[in-house]
């Protein structure tokens, strides 16, 4: 109850953050995800995995296992067209939230949230909440599920 207390400030400020505040510097542990996120699985430097991830790492996500080993066998594994776009960041204390598109991994893309807990500059837990892309023109509202670009920058 205590993670649902701590993580749902951020899910909150994740939906409610306008676009302009996306021109906010970047914080180190945001920073630090966006890199660790591209080199692990854009350019599928499986030693990244030793360099960012914590021991022990706790995994929520029910398909992976705890440790580093099954996040190596799962980016070992991924398709020559498999890319990850990284879109709105936000972070508070040492929680990080980042909204990606997954390209490749299956028929459609995903669009994924990707919770991470960091300590002394290592991802220690890890949830996700997952869901298929619906083009625009399928949307009831007309908006995209998913805003391609980072942040700060």
Same mark, same amino acid.
């Given at each position: 109850m205590l993670r649902l207390r701590l993580l749902a400030p951020l899910l909150a400020a994740a939906l409610i953050v306008?676009?302009?505040?996306?021109?906010?510097?970047?914080?180190?542990?945001?920073a630090?995800?966006?890199?660790?996120?591209?080199?692990?699985?854009?350019?599928?430097?499986?030693?990244a995995i030793g360099r960012y991830w914590g021991t022990p790492y706790i995994q929520h996500n029910p398909?992976?296992?705890?440790?580093h080993e099954g996040l190596i066998g799962?980016?070992?594994?991924?398709?020559?067209? %498999? +890319?990850?776009?990284?879109g709105m960041i936000t972070s508070r204390g040492d929680? /990080?939230?980042?909204?990606?598109?997954? &390209?490749?991994w299956g028929p459609k893309p995903?669009?994924?949230?990707?919770? %991470? +807990?960091?300590?002394?500059?290592r991802f220690v837990e890890h949830w996700d909440? /997952?869901?298929?892309?619906?083009?625009? &023109?399928?949307?009831?509202?007309?908006?995209p599920m998913f805003t391609p670009g980072t942040p700060g920058q």
């Open positions: 306008p676009q302009a505040a996306s021109a906010q510097p970047l914080s180190a542990n945001e630090l995800v966006l890199k660790a996120m591209d080199e692990v699985f854009n350019k599928r430097d499986v030693s398909t992976v296992p705890n440790g799962l980016v070992k594994n991924l398709g020559p067209n %498999f +890319r990850f776009e990284p929680i /990080v939230m980042i909204h990606g598109r997954y &390209s490749g995903m669009i994924i949230v990707d919770i %991470f +807990r960091i300590k002394d500059g909440v /997952v869901q298929e892309e619906v083009p625009t &023109s399928q949307t009831k509202s007309g908006n």
